[in-house]
């Protein structure tokens, strides 16, 4: 992490619970972490830049992927920390579980998905740039990745970086993660303003694959 993110300090990662991962995901939680308005406006932004008909990896998910119900993909691939979470989501074609606190190298193919979703949960990853790498590893060529998050987390959980900032500057900050993982176009957007009544903040950066470059240019 110091190689890739050398100008943060050394406990930027750091979680007040360092226990497994695994232990505190080991119940399944059928509930959801935004509102309502929250949720609306994830799908709005998955029904403008993930492609219809293609192949979409939900990383990070649980039992519910939020992608736009009258919208249909070539699969989706879900990825999480509860088996049985992952079981009870109906958009997922294929799901597997695996803490990228430990083992960020994705079991997928290269250039096997066109677009990934990270919704609400980029501020438990302890090794955000070898995930995105991986993350730009499987995207093929103009893939697209969209990391929407809001003003929620589980405390214990979030490393120490996340809680210091606040909506703009966690904008900044994954947006520097996706730069470090070689996303040569990455964009910051305010999708649900802080203050607006009845919906929960939320924000996403969307990171885009150069169209047509080699497995090498990514390296």
């Not at 308005?37 to 008909?53: E, K, N, Q």
């Not at 995930?131 to 589980?154: K, M």
């Amino acid at each position: 992490m110091a190689d890739s993110l050398p100008e943060l300090p050394p406990r930027a990662f750091a979680k007040a619970d360092p226990s497994p991962d695994a232990g505190f995901y080991a119940e399944p939680r059928f509930v959801t972490h935004i509102d309502d308005g929250a949720i609306a406006a994830v799908t709005d932004l998955y029904r403008r830049v993930f492609p219809a008909g293609g192949a979409v990896l939900d990383l990070m998910s649980s039992w519910v992927s939020h992608l736009p119900d009258n919208v249909e993909y070539a699969e989706v691939i879900g990825h999480g920390m509860n088996a049985e979470e992952l079981a009870a989501n109906p958009r997922l074609s294929r799901w597997f579980v695996q803490d990228l606190n430990r083992d960020p190298a994705l079991p997928l193919p290269d250039r096997s998905v066109d677009a990934a979703a990270i919704c609400v949960s980029i501020q438990y990853l302890q090794r955000p740039v070898e995930v995105l790498r991986e993350v730009a590893r499987v995207l093929r060529p103009g893939g697209v990745i969209a990391a929407a998050f809001s003003n929620r987390c589980f405390p214990t959980k979030a490393v120490a970086i996340w809680q210091a900032l606040e909506g703009p500057d966690q904008c900044g900050l994954v947006s520097l993660y996706l730069q470090r993982a070689g996303f040569p176009s990455v964009q910051a957007l305010e999708l649900a303003p802080p203050g607006r009544w009845g919906s929960d903040p939320l924000w996403a950066v969307v990171g885009r694959t150069a169209a047509g470059e080699s497995d090498a240019d990514r390296r």
